[in-house]
């Protein structure tokens, strides 16, 4: 027997969706419980019962964001040997995530830029996220250093910065209306920037 005041249809991962996609157009300060129960399209016991208030209904979204972005742009920087292949897939990973027609733009990039006071813990919890990212970035490029692709001087912080703001303006730009193919070109034009720290012989065209 389903609880008591939700429907038997109900998709815990399909309400998600939606209300991800308030968080993203809105912020989270923007988005009321009204928006998110006209988008989950529940009445509103339902949604108070299978989600509580604002607060947490934000945190499983952000967690189901989250584990989207470790399976599609950060597992991707793991799947090949090779640097520049596994950037090139990460970022159209990235592009795919921000761009088309359930694309929710980067959550963890802008989700909760600006909160009042008494809502801190998600600036900073995105804050922690946002910084988990760009050490992996950085651990790739160190395991690429190791390997002998890139470089002597190349420096994997930097790089990482680099890339780590470009998917950040990725994710801005698909908001503003960037076209999936405009993204995809950005891309071309960023990794020429790995192409000139890698060693003569991992240069691919």
């Known amino acids: 027997m389903p609880p008591a005041g939700r429907p038997r249809t109900f998709d815990r991962e399909e309400a998600l969706k939606k209300a991800m996609l ?23 016991p339902s949604v108070y019962a299978a ?19 470790e399976q599609g742009p950060l597992k991707a920087l793991n799947e090949t040997t090779s640097i520049l292949n596994a950037l090139e897939n990460s970022l159209n990973e990235s592009v795919k995530m921000v761009s088309g027609p359930e694309a929710s733009s980067c959550l963890i ?3 909760a ?13 995105l804050r922690n996220l946002r910084a988990m990212y760009k050490e992996t970035l950085k651990k790739r490029f160190m395991r690429a250093i190791k ?6 001087g190349a420096e994997p912080d930097a790089l990482a ?16 209306g960037s076209t999936k193919r405009e993204l995809h070109s950005s891309c071309k034009f960023a990794l020429e920037a790995l192409r000139s720290v890698l060693r003569d012989s991992n240069v691919q065209h």
Not at 24 to 30: L, R, V
Not at 161 to 176: M, N, P, T, V
């Open 161 to 176: 910065e680099f890339y780590f703001g470009f998917i950040h303006g990725l994710a801005l730009r698909a908001k503003d």
């Open 147 to 152: 390997d002998g692709q890139l470089i002597e």
């Open 22 to 44: 308030v968080f993203w157009e809105k912020g989270f300060e923007g988005t009321t419980m009204a928006d998110l129960i006209a988008a989950i399209g529940m009445k509103a």
């Open 51 to 69: 989600f509580g208030n604002k607060d947490t209904l934000f945190r499983e979204v952000v967690e189901l964001y989250k584990n989207k972005v």
């Open 113 to 125: 830029i600006n909160c009042a006071p008494e809502h801190q813990e998600h600036v900073q919890h």
């Open 109 to 111: 990039m802008a989700g």
